[in-house]
Structure formats: structure tokens, C-alpha cells
């Protein structure tokens, strides 16, 4: 086991990284103790969470909605759950993102801790403390920003990771080497992702690395005032698509990522699109998708990043150095209305 | 007008105490604010919200609901509300606490401001950062604690403040009286709340005297680890009954208040239940309801100053000095069925 402390504005968050989810025993009481997760979960791992006190909600990114967190609360309630109970999420990105969510509104507060049991989640998902639920098409549109007091890596999880699961995982590696590591996008150009797959220390150290970017980033900015955003990079026009087309996280952002280094040519002279696009692919994820650019410009209007009539875009001057640029909604408009596969 | 500023852990308050609600106009600018508030303000002050973008509940507790939550979220995204937007809380503790609510959560925050339109909000509810909505009959069960920019204190909207109103003001007033301030509790045993009404000086200086009080205790405990659980006294049975019986929050907590004098006398050797109860009931403040003991206690055990199997019960000493006493649930129980009246 590794361990790992990051302190942020209000509080520090601990990383076990490399240890087994026995390892939570030691982090929360039993008896004061509540894991959230999904169906999926707690079919593959029934033993492993057999004498915790659970709620398990549906899979899947249509559980992360209001009428979700209000089941959750009556649950809660009727556990009997006080000020004291520690909420633990056990899954992907949608279980800890809705676990932070209940926790922070609970009672005004309870502590939580994660077990990220996707690779999505390892290294991206569970870190920096947003959490949340969509309203409709929005993503995101309504949540706060607070720190989990621990988080669980156990490499196990990710044996039942369907194949899809493991793609997704890859959309947001590409995305941190893409803004902050050109060494780490140089080492992906000579892999392959089964590779990680079947060696489990290679995995370690890709699932440690991206801890750290994401973590060193969110630390400096935790409340996304500056270098917070560039991890936005993919996910203006991503998070129209996710939910409009129904497309993974992953597939969603690989495709605003695609769009993006379009734009990037066209404002900061951007050159290396190609190299992002056969990286993309060659992880199995998808550059385009035919939309109808009218509906992709409602959800971006309302997209947490526009301000008043311009939209704060995430693009690249080079493979591993992103820029926030603001851009006029009708320019916007304009490029996207030429570089969107329309069908 | 008189400025006052307190600085919490995370943020400043401005108070703007003795103006008048066109100074609003200094602190917001029109074309990014939304006024929340409900139709019994709308429809009495009609003209000064006219040229606001607005959003209006129904009025009293069953507007403190998730689901109006998720109604007034909808409404700022047809609005188009952005992070910039200014979300202002303009009328009683319900509306000021589900504004400072979705406030916390709509886009993972935004400003907000309160106009406190009825004296229990101006002395209390706008004053510390406490949000949230009910849950059934549990009061507050989710929420966040996070600070207003701004209250701005305008009193001539309770010249049109029902009597009813006037009392349920009063009996926070008593709270603070009762817990802090002995020579403010001397000064209420020799006036009568009519006076108040006329007397705009004595008024504006009671106003005063509570805000600073209230703001106090908060600035020096904002998380409620210590001092602030004070501020909570009659609010264990008050807040029981109060959904329960359909109490408005002044009554409720009035017979929490004489209930938990009662208490006190058998905990603490308080001697001056006599006085606290005569007090009350000369501001037209209720001391007791008949109730069912076991529907009570099932409220009191979701109660969120429960811990594990005892209850933080705030108890006086004597008049002005409070103290928090935890009770075991049994006993309390046994307490309360000696002495709550049961018809």
C-alpha cells in the first residue's frame, strides 16, 4: 500500500493507493458507517460489502438525478443515519459523484470517503471533490465542491470492468497527458490498453500518475477560479453530446476532445490534431458523431462555463499545454456549424 | 443606514441595517439578479419588485421542499442564470433559507443576498448561513451552511406584517434573550410587543441588539461545534412539533422553550421556569399543546443534534446562560411523559 495526503482549502483527503478494500475496515466503524453503490457492484463483489450497511441504486448515468439523492435521504433517515454516520461510495464516477452530493447536503455535512471501482473513476471521477447531479440534458448543473476524507484504490475492481468500462478509463488519461503531460502522451502513443490490463504494475503507476496531475492541479485551484478549467478540456461540447445522444462519459469526451483540437487550429494554430485523433483512436474511442448543431447550442448555452454571451473554451496550443479562451457564443456557433458531422 | 461587517471562515457579510429596499439596487446589478420570493411579498410590494427578474413560491413551511427546490432550478435554467448570476432572497425564514440553498448547489454556487421581510427573519433565519429544506416532518434535514453577501434591512415591510407574524419574531428574540443577554430579557419584561410597532427607534434598536447577538455566536462557532448548538434552544421539541401539529415556527418553539425550562429545573436546578413561561405567554406565545409522547420521540430520534443514543439538549442555568447537556434518549423520554401534556 501507498499512501498519499493532499491537503486542500478546508480539509486533507487521504490516498491508499495499491491496497485491498479489507484496508476500509480501518478507515470507518462498522457500525456508523453507510456504503452507497450501484446494482452492478453489488452483484460482483456481494461478499466483499455482505456486513456493511448499504443503499444500492440502479447503474448508470440516468441514477444521477435529484429524485435518485431524495431516495437516498429517505433511506438515510430510515437507517437512522445522524451527524456521526460516515458514507461511503463504492463504484464509478456516478456513485461517488452522488454520494459527495448526499453527504455534503445531509444534515448540512457528513463525512464520506471513496472506493473508486473504475478506472474512470481511479483517476479522474472520485479526485478533487466536485459531485453533483444533471438536470435533464444538463450535466452537472446542480452540486458543490467538498473533499472526500479518504480514498481506496484496490486494483481488484477493475477485473470486472467491462471492456467499454476500461475504454472510458482511457478518454481522461488522454485528456490529462493532452493538457499537462506530453511525456505521459508519448508513453500512451507506445501502448496499448490490454497492456495495462494484464500488467498490474504498469497499471499502478498510470493509475498513480494520473492521481497525482489531477490532484496537483486541484489543489492549486479548488474552487476553479484558473488552472481548475483546463480540465474541462473536451467536456464543454462533451457534456452537450453525453446526454442528448446517450453516450458514454468516456465516448462523449473523446469526441469533445476530437472537436476541440479542430477549434484549436483555427484560434491558437494548433498543429498536432492528427497526432490527438490517432491517440484517441487507437484506444478504441470515437472522434465524431453525426448531432444537429441547433441542439447542441441550447445545452451549451447553458453550459457552467458561459459567461454572459461567451463560452470559456478549453483548447491547445501543444500536445501537453492547454489555455482557457473565451469565445463569443455566435463564433462558436459558426465554427461548430462547420466542423460538425451533420449526417 | 448603518453598515455592519462580520467575517465568517470563508466569507464577509455586509449588513445594511435601517435603509430602505431601493439601496438594493447598489448591491446588484438588475440584468444578472433574480429575486426569489413568495406570493404573498409579490402581491403587497408589487411595485418595488416590478422591474427585478423574479421567481415566486407559495407561501409558508410547505414551500421548504425539495421540490421546490427542483422548481426554482428549472426556472433560473429557463432564465438562463449563469455563475454570475445574483440570487437575492427577499421575504421570511422560508424563503431566505430555500434561496441560500439553491444558491449552494445551482451550478455548484452561486452570490446570494437576502431582504428579510418579516422580524423572525431580520433577528434570526437570514442571520448565519443555515439552509436547507424539511424532509417530511423532519425540519432542515438537508441543507449546507453558507453565508449570504449581503442583508439588507428594510423595515417598512412589516408595516404590513400580520400579527401573528409580529409574535413568532418575538419568540426568537426571547431565545436570544434567555441564552445571552439577561439585561435585553429585563428590558421585554417591562415593554409589550405593541411598542415595538410604533416605535420605530426602539424597534430599530431591538433589530440591532439581535443581530448582533445572533452574528456573534455564529462568527465565533459557524460550524455549530460548540457555542452556536446554544442558538438551538426549544428547537429539539419545537422543531418536533412543528411539522407535526402544523405549528408556525414561533409557537413551536415558544412551547420548546417552556418545555425546556421544565427540564432544566430537573437537570441544571434552573429556578426561573415562572418567569420564562410569563414572559412568552405576555408576547402572546403559547407554553404548551397535548401531544402523543411516542410521535414525538420517534421526530426527536432523527433530531440532528442526536448523537448515537443521547440528545444534545440546550438547558439554562439561569436566565441568560445556556449550556448543552447531552441526555440519554430513555431518559428524556421518561421526562417528557411526565410532564407533556397529553390531553
Known sequence: MQRIAYTFT?????????????????????????????????????????????????????????????????????????????????????????????????????????????????????????????????????????????????????????????????AEIIKHAAIADPKLFRELEGQRPAIYRKDSKKLSLLVRRNVLIKSGIVKKDEFEKSDRKLLNFGHSLGHAIENLYGLSHGQAISIGMAYAAIISEEITGFKETERLHRLLASYGLPLKITVQTDKIMAVLRMDKKRQKEQIRYILLDKIGKARVIPIPMERLERILEAVLDKG
Open 10 to 170: 478546508n480539509s486533507t483527503v487521504q490516498y491508499y493507493l495499491d491496497t485491498d478494500f479489507i484496508h476500509l475496515e480501518k478507515l470507518a466503524d462498522r457500525e456508523h458507517a453507510v456504503i452507497i453503490t450501484d446494482e452492478h457492484i453489488q452483484r460482483r463483489h456481494q461478499r466483499k460489502l455482505k456486513d456493511w450497511a448499504k443503499i444500492v441504486i440502479p447503474p448508470g448515468e440516468g441514477s444521477k438525478v435529484q429524485s435518485v439523492v431524495d431516495t437516498i435521504i429517505a433511506r438515510l433517515l430510515f437507517l437512522g443515519a445522524d451527524r456521526d454516520t460516515l458514507l461511503i461510495g463504492v463504484g464509478g464516477g456516478v456513485v461517488t459523484d452522488i454520494t459527495g452530493y448526499v453527504a455534503s447536503v445531509y444534515m448540512r455535512g457528513l463525512k464520506f470517503g471513496f472506493v473508486p471501482t473504475t478506472l474512470l473513476a481511479m483517476v479522474d471521477a472520485a479526485i478533487g471533490g466536485k459531485n453533483g447531479v444533471d438536470v435533464g440534458p444538463y450535466k452537472n448543473m446542480v452540486g458543490t465542491i467538498r473533499q472526500p476524507a479518504f480514498l481506496l484504490y484496490d486494483y481488484k475492481f477493475l477485473k470486472t470492468l467491462p471492456a467499454a468500462e476500461w475504454i472510458n478509463g482511457f
